[in-house]
């Protein structure tokens, strides 16, 4: 079988998060259970054994008021046109809901579309965006589920809000497939220590990840402790920027913002942090919160939405309570016997349950079923 992949995130850069990684471990596994593999990107990269890249540029045309969805449109629209020229060397495409670039192919295809879906694009766009705005992407978002052929996703949260969300009903094409990653890569390591606790936070800086209720716990942790901030460095022009350097301030919060990591980093980042802390508001999973619990770590997270599936039950505090937060901060830090009990399950979860190759399975038997 011939596979394309439409993924603005692959390769994984500064901008894609956990879901280009997510794409990046995919790849790797299913070019050697198919026989070609045509990744559609905006990020230029080599091809390699039976993988081949084909670049489609970004352009940023069209102006607030209907920015989001006009610019959504028009590089769907490229994505397409690009498509075609390889109609003969892939017999199905796979694209993620969250950047909506399948939709034009969605309304032409010519083989089988799935539309891998966790977060929607209508979900994240910020309370600035008009709403004549968010209600055209809801309704491409919408269009594009319909015109599927497939609908893949991660959890059970987040398949009963697709129902919910465009449905209303049950639908047949949703499959669950687990966000798996490659457990022989992500695995506990020894590093070297740091005199200070550290508490790692490794995502964007917006509103709905959640590192504001982070900096509000951080004055009632009783220990001595540093913040270390992941994925993205702060930008003062920022307006959500500034509330979360107000609070830094406001708080006293000893932190450190450490931009983009590669991966490697971040396997070395998770194992030498005390706690990594996930205390989204919304989340359909949280690859970050899978990567970190492969490594053996103690992930305290919020039970928002597909997470609580996720993480170990001991470890959830109520999403948007700093209080509980900071409770379980506290109570980890001082408890390490009970910590590394936790540590080894998590472990055992992700290997049972979130490994790749498992993943892999359920992918090849989902195209193979689509493929004439």
């Known amino acids: 079988m011939k596979i394309g992949i439409i993924s603005q995130g ?4 500064k901008y894609s998060g956990g879901i280009g990684r997510y794409y990046s471990e995919l790849i790797e596994e299913l070019k050697n259970k198919t026989e070609e593999i045509h990744v559609f990107t ?7 054994e039976n993988v081949f890249f084909h670049l489609i540029k970004q352009e940023h ?6 920015d989001n969805y006009l610019n959504l449109i028009n590089h769907s629209k490229k994505v397409y046109e690009k498509i075609i020229k390889y109609k003969n060397k892939i017999n199905l495409v796979e694209a993620p809901i969250g950047t909506l670039e399948g939709y034009y192919f969605s309304k032409r295809k010519f083989i089988p579309l799935i539309t891998s879906t966790q977060t929607p694009i209508s979900e994240v766009l910020t309370k600035k965006t008009l709403f004549l705005d968010k209600k055209l992407v809801y309704k491409t978002e919408r269009k594009t589920i319909e015109n599927s052929n497939a609908i893949v996703t991660a959890t059970n949260y987040s398949k009963e809000s697709i129902i919910k969300k465009y449905f209303n009903s049950n639908h047949s094409n949703i499959n669950l497939i687990n966000q798996g990653i490659n457990t ?5 390591i020894k590093t070297e220590k740091s005199d200070e606790i550290t508490l790692l936070f490794a995502g964007r800086i917006d509103s709905r990840k959640g590192l504001q209720v982070l900096l509000n716990a951080f004055p009632l942790i009783k220990q001595k402790t540093k913040i270390l901030v992941a994925g993205e460095k702060i930008n003062p022009q920022n307006l959500f920027h500034k509330q979360i350097l107000n609070l830094i301030k406001k708080n006293s919060v000893n932190i450190e913002f450490l931009g983009f990591q590669s991966e490697q980093k971040l396997i070395e980042l998770y194992n030498k942090s005390d706690l990594i802390i996930e205390p989204s508001f919304s989340e359909s999973a949280c690859y970050v919160l899978i990567e970190a619990m492969s490594c053996q770590k103690t992930v305290i997270t919020s039970n928002a939405g597909g997470m609580k599936e996720i993480a170990l039950k001991e470890l959830q505090f109520k999403s948007g309570n700093h209080f509980e937060l900071a409770e379980k901060i506290n109570f980890f830090l001082e408890n390490k016997t009970k910590r590394k009990k936790l540590e080894l399950k998590s472990r055992q979860k992700i290997i049972e349950q979130y490994n790749i190759k498992n993943s892999i399975k359920k992918y090849i038997e989902l195209y193979s079923s689509l493929i004439p």
């Not at 905006?42 to 390699?48: F, Q």
């Not at 022989?184 to 506990?188: G, T, V």
């Open 10 to 13: 692959f390769p994984p850069d």
């Open 42 to 48: 905006s990020i230029k990269k080599k091809n390699y």
């Open 61 to 66: 045309k069209f102006l607030f008021p209907l």
């Open 184 to 188: 022989n890569k992500f695995i506990p």
